[in-house]
């Protein structure tokens, strides 16, 4: 489980979980007449369960922008909400794939327990997000047999990127799930780790303002923070 940080610490970035206030909650859901009979969206902020931030869209009214994605017995409709940055009572990275393991179908778990040590090799942290991730934050079925792995790898400078994302090729060889997600870097910009394993020059960098293409030198030192 991922428990919130301190509001204020930093703004929230890509990935990260948004928690929003009661009062919040009601001023999101009053606005919206499509989703003021949603009884699983009424249950959101009586359990305390987090939003996710999201990209802004052109033109988007002021406030942070937030979504939300419904497990499969929702219809998998994915919510797009705004908050007032004053009804943000907290905010938290993505759960760590330790933490989230519990939670996976059991023929996952020796590839998250390799991907672990991998990380834990690489100086690199992995968390999870997309099904497995809101499956252990709500304790809803949000993983089906269907599902991939999104997983957030974030690097340091010491990491060998391409040695890495070589050997979670290798892992995912072996996997029962396709391994999706991003190579993230301290600047916070993130590329998809398949990008980088397939030696392309030129990456599709993503960050919560922009999506733009970057050299993948370029790329790599700027996310080490060089």
């Known amino acids: 489980m991922t428990w919130p940080c301190k509001h204020g610490e930093r703004p929230p970035g890509r990935h990260d979980l948004v928690f929003v206030s009661p009062a919040g909650w009601r001023a999101m859901l009053d606005s919206r007449d499509d989703l003021a009979a949603d009884s699983l969206l009424a249950r959101w902020p009586k359990m305390r369960w987090p939003t996710i931030r999201r990209r802004a869209l052109p033109g988007e009214a002021t406030g942070l922008a937030l979504g939300l994605p419904l497990p ?6 994915r919510i797009s909400l705004l908050v007032d940055l004053g009804h943000v009572a907290s905010i938290a990275r993505p759960p760590l794939l330790r933490q989230a393991r519990a939670y996976a179908p059991l023929n996952w778990w020796s590839t998250l327990d390799r991907l672990d040590a991998l990380a834990l090799r690489h100086a690199v942290n992995v968390r999870v997000f997309g099904s497995l991730a809101w499956q252990s934050l709500t304790g809803l079925d949000y993983v089906t047999n269907r599902s991939d792995l999104d997983v957030l790898f974030e690097f340091q400078g010491e990491t060998d990127i391409d040695r890495f994302v070589a050997e979670v090729a290798a892992i995912e060889a072996d996997a029962p799930m396709r391994l999706d997600g991003e190579l993230m870097g301290a600047d916070g910009d993130a590329v998809n780790w398949r990008e980088v394993h397939g030696g392309a020059s030129e990456l599709l960098v993503k960050s919560i ?13 700027g996310a080490m923070g060089s």
């Open 72 to 77: 499969p017995s929702a219809g998998k409709k």
């Open 209 to 221: 303002e922009r999506v733009a293409l970057l050299g993948r030198h370029q790329f790599i030192s």
